[in-house]
């Protein structure tokens, strides 16, 4: 009994120090910020990386619970710009209230989220393939929807959501954001839903011995990942004022990295919400020290390229390291 | 009756896909079926032939590739730079698959020596390579003028297919690599069971790198022949490349985590999906609905294959 405890201990000390690593190359970089511009911490610049970050932050959520339990969900900007699409749609073109089509909107990110966890869970899919797959075909549809128009100005209390701010500073996305980071941590760390993802991500049949139904797991996890992206995309719409065919896709390989950057294992079963926030403020934060450096672009992808190889490299040699201490302990 | 039957099962679904979509789109114009759509038809899938073998090499060892557009791209650009400075052709095939071996040199390192997963890797690398790409041609296509070097890929008095030809030698270098080296049985070795072929010698960390690289080679092959086609070198040509190639290596049979698969089965993915973006614009869909339509039969494609697939094992 003891020993199983002191075990628990250690991995969370591993755990604990990768998370560490990672707010260190947060603090590295919002230090060189201040160096770059001294009001890199002024309220206004805060609050602006704050609000840029959360769509960033709300895809991510769907994401890491969808790559903790199964893979990653590369359909997820396509399903934001559909759900973006359809609400502006029913707003603009069938003076609908705007609670209902978000609420429609958010149903369809939900359907497209059941149809890539049939394809992975009952047909047997590797997740990479259907949903990227769907992303297709997703992608098409809103085109079709939207038959190549931008829409644009929106119905001001549905504005507020994206583009509203509380008390001056405080601006409405940051607060959604952070109601979906506390629904997504207490999901994952305090339901039984939560531990299942966790287990059927680290061993699908290990999962299965003991009682748990990896297939209605997974289900469930990419219909969670399928809303996420849903309200990113409405998000998306109040926040800029305007919906394209193509909005979500400047968004997959950016939500993948942030992911990937917070420390949430590609092979599953490992990985949390909180990694996912300081990888998304890392990205923002990198992005914002760029454009006060004036970078030219063509050297961005680089740029942000190397920075994920990096932090997974620190992330991983830390780890190691970590492991080797434990043994030498053991 | 019986032997029909099986005969028949054997055949992959995937062909039946194709057959039915040629009899449509020949239904459907006379303009299909003539021999001036096929030698189009060739021209347009052949170089994404090539790129799908190399994805298909590192899938079946358990393994992706994200950077393949990348490769292409900056491979592209190193090809159209090396003949604009007056090069010979040779040495600017050399340069093309040099940029591409020294890429994917890259990403085996990471993830083969460093422990990095795929994913994630080829991820960050394409940023870097696509990067480079536009810093090298300062986000401007860079044109390609020289006449013997575009004849590589174009249509040598409209009915010699050079594009064609050229990358249906890379392909079957790829064949041959694949069922006569050692690097193509130990793909499968490690694919199948990566500890278990350390166990019984294989330097897996070696073999591993040595696949990346080898993708990345062939990739920088089909780049040549890309730009000499496209007669520019683009620096965002290669976008969406490494996901086509992956669909097609999928369609075409190989299982992205068994070590099972085949390069020769690739060529139909291609087919497959060649057949249905030409095709879509010989019967005249309007371009509005076509991504939609091609996005929807690639996944039933990929539905029904792995489903049958998935059942022919488990028998």
Known sequence: MSGSRLKNRKRLSTSAVSSVSRLAVLLIIIIMGCIIDSSF????????????????????????????????????????????????????????????????????????????GYMIAYVGLPSFISTYGLQWAVFGFAYVILKGYVLY????????????????????????????????????????????CYAVGSNREAANMSGIDPQKVIMKAFILSGMLSGVTGILYVARMNTVQSDIGSAYLLPVLATVYMGGTSASGGEGGIWGTVVGALVMTMVTNCLNLLAVP???????????????????????KRMAKRKRVTV | ????????????????????????????????????????????????????????????????????????????VTAALAINAGLPIPTVLITGALTGFVCGTLNGFLISVCGLQPFITTLGTQGVFYGLALVLTNKQGIPVSNEAFISLGGLINRTIPMAAICCAIFYLFAIVVQDHTRLGRYTFAIGGNEEGARLSGIDTRLW????????????????????????????????????????????????????????????????????????????????????????????????????????????
């Open chain 2, 1 to 76: 009756m019986d032997k029909i039957k099986s005969t028949f099962k054997r055949v992959p679904i995937i062909l039946w896909f194709i057959v039915v979509l040629i009899v449509l789109f020949s239904i459907r114009s006379d303009q299909y079926l003539t021999m001036r759509n096929l030698l189009v038809l060739l021209q347009q899938g052949s170089v994404l032939l090539v790129v799908a073998s190399a994805s298909t090499f590192v899938i079946i060892s358990g393994g992706l590739d994200l950077s393949l557009g990348g490769i292409l791209t900056l491979s592209g």
């Open chain 1, 297 to 319: 672009s063509e050297w961005r992808d680089a740029i942000i390229g190397v920075l994920i190889i990096v932090t997974v490299l620190l992330d991983i040699t830390v780890k």
């Open chain 1, 153 to 196: 100005d929106f119905d001001p209390t549905f504005r507020f959501i994206g583009n509203g701010s509380l008390f001056g500073f405080l601006q409405m996305t940051t607060v959604v954001m952070v109601v979906f980071v506390i629904f997504g941590t207490l999901l994952l760390k305090k339901t039984n839903f939560g531990r299942q």
């Open chain 2, 208 to 315: 591993k790198w040595i696949v990346y690289a080898f993708a990345g080679f062939l990739t920088g092959l089909a780049a040549v022949i890309l730009v000499a086609r496209l007669e520019v070198a683009d620096p965002l040509v290669g976008t969406k490349w490494e996901f086509e190639a992956i669909a097609c290596t999928i369609l075409g049979g190989t299982s992205m985590n068994i070590g099972k698969g085949d390069v020769k089965g690739t060529i139909l993915g291609v087919t497959l999906l060649t057949i249905i973006r030409s095709g879509l614009n010989v019967i005249r869909v309007p371009s509005l609905w076509q991504s939609a339509v091609i996005g929807t039969v690639i996944i039933l494609a990929i539905v029904f294959q792995v489903s049958t697939t998935a059942r022919g094992e488990k028998k």
């Open chain 1, 41 to 116: 911490l002024s309220m206004r610049n805060i609050s602006n990386n704050l609000a840029n970050a959360s769509i960033l932050i709300v895809l991510g959520i769907g994401q890491t619970i969808a790559i903790i339990t199964n893979g990653p969900d590369l359909s997820s900007g396509s399903v934001m710009t559909i759900c973006g699409v359809i609400a502006a749609i029913l707003m603009k073109s069938y003076d609908v209230n705007f609670v209902l089509a978000i609420l429609l909107a958010v149903l369809v990110g939900c359907f497209l989220g059941a149809l890539n």
